[in-house]
């Protein structure tokens, strides 16, 4: 089983900045996949964005040209930089993670933490 703890979400200005990490931790063999998705009240939860283990990385239209991910394969961690943060990007983002086995996922998420963008 795969745990993760998200942190860093909060309380911010819109055109504001903020940083998101989590850590993976427990029986850890390897994670194909490490990134974030969010979801607002009354909406689906989405992608923001997504890393492989070389590097890789997609963002949801959202996300383009204002977030940056990155990962530590060597700690298990992967950040999530936030900059010229819009009201429409409160919601709860959730720490996601997943071990290829073959052509299909096994998926982990963490318990979500709350981003809130004040206008």
């Known amino acids: 089983q795969v745990h993760l703890q998200e942190s860093g979400g909060g309380l911010v200005q819109a055109g504001g900045s903020l940083r998101l990490s989590c850590i993976a931790s427990?029986?850890?063999?390897?994670?194909?996949?490490m990134g974030w998705y969010r979801q607002a009240p009354g909406k689906q939860r989405e992608l923001v964005a997504r890393?492989?283990?070389?590097?890789?990385?997609i963002y949801g239209d959202s996300a383009k040209g204002r977030f940056t991910i990155s990962r530590d394969n060597g700690k298990n961690t992967v950040a999530l930089q936030m900059n010229s943060l819009e009201f429409e990007d409160t919601a709860v983002y959730f720490c996601?993670?997943?071990?290829?086995?073959?052509?299909?996922?096994?998926?982990?998420w963490g318990q979500g933490t709350q981003v809130t963008v004040s206008s």
């Open positions: 890393i492989d283990e070389f590097g890789n990385s």
């Open positions: 427990g029986r850890i063999f390897k994670l194909d996949f």
């Open positions: 996601y993670a997943a071990l290829m086995i073959g052509s299909s996922p096994l998926s982990y």
